[in-house]
Each structure stands twice: as C-alpha cells, then as structure tokens.
C-alpha cells in the first residue's frame, strides 16, 4: 500500500508562488510515474503536470506550461510541484497520484490511471 502525502499549499496573491511537496511511503517511488491534478470547486479533476519515474519525461497541461515546474527526487521519495505566476483560476485543491501503470505519454493526463492519491492540499490565489 503507497501513502501520499501533499503539504505545502495555502493562500497567496496573484503574481505569487508557491511550492507543493508530496512524500511518498513504500521503497517502489522510483519505479512509477508520478502526476499532480487540481479540482475547482463543482468542477472535474482535471491534470496539471506529470513526471516519468526517472524524470527525463515530463508533461504539463497547457494552461500551466511556463508558469509551473514538476520535479522529483527518488532519494527522498518526494515530488514537487513549482508554481510561480500564479492566477485566481488557479484555485483549487491539488492532488498528487502515483500510476504503477502508466506505460505511454498519452496515460499521463487521464486521472483514472493513476492508482494511489493523496489527500489534497488547498490552493487559493486572491486577485
């Protein structure tokens, strides 16, 4: 069984940055794939970065490319989520989810391939 853990979000005015962290329990961190999605409220869970278990493949949705920055390290089986610039609509709570399955880019932005999430820290940009 993997446990995620997000810490890191809060409130912050537009412009600002903030930096999400998600630990990892289990030693097989370095063996999958890792992704961060958000959810507005009354909105769907939608995704926002992924990074491959080796981090030499890394994907970003379009809305946050350039403004966000998704790392890992298997050392301390933790991945990150660098968010500068940030905009009101970005508000939401955000989740990191590990995918034991993932085996092609195309897998990456669907939340239903992931197979363990954590429980969600909130983000709140103020205009």
């Known amino acids: 069984q993997v446990q995620l853990v997000e810490s890191g979000g809060g409130l912050v005015q537009a412009g600002g940055s903030l930096r999400l962290s998600c630990a990892a329990s289990?030693?097989?961190?370095?063996?999958?794939?890792m992704g961060w999605f958000r959810q507005a409220p009354g909105k769907e869970r939608r995704f926002v970065a992924a990074?491959?278990?080796?981090?030499?493949?890394?994907y970003y949705a379009d809305s946050v490319k350039g403004r966000f920055t998704i790392s890992r390290d298997n050392a301390k089986n933790t991945v990150y989520l660098q968010m500068n610039s940030l905009k009101p609509e970005d508000t939401a709570v955000y989740y990191c989810?590990?995918?034991?399955?993932?085996?092609?880019?195309?897998?990456?932005?669907?939340?239903?391939?992931?197979?363990?999430w954590g429980q969600g820290t909130q983000v709140t940009v103020s205009s």
């Open positions: 990074i491959s278990w080796s981090g030499d493949s890394i």
């Open positions: 989810a590990q995918g034991q399955h993932i085996t092609s880019p195309s897998m990456t932005t669907n939340w239903r391939n992931y197979d363990y």
């Open positions: 289990g030693r097989t961190f370095s063996s999958y794939a």
